[in-house]
């Protein structure tokens, strides 16, 4: 399961976000978007705002512990 946060600098819910993974061991990677290619990426989602979370088909914009928490669970089911 591949993980993508797409970030902005300065963005308290991106580091929030990429803590709260990095805390229950969810590998991820990043893409930044101040990218334009990123950027049009994140928002051909629906998404306006940073981060926006890519897992698989499903996406989300925010600082959601709520769904990283059940990203957790998938992963530790999966390892």
Known sequence: ?????YEKPDC?????T???LEQE?????TADLM???NLEAAKSLGHMSAPVVVVGDESWSGFRPDLINRIAERTKENA
């Open 1 to 5: 399961m591949t993980v993508t946060v």
């Open 12 to 16: 308290m819910q991106c580091v929030q």
């Open 18 to 20: 990429k803590r709260k």
């Open 25 to 29: 061991g969810v590998p991820y990677e």
């Open 35 to 37: 990218d334009p290619g």
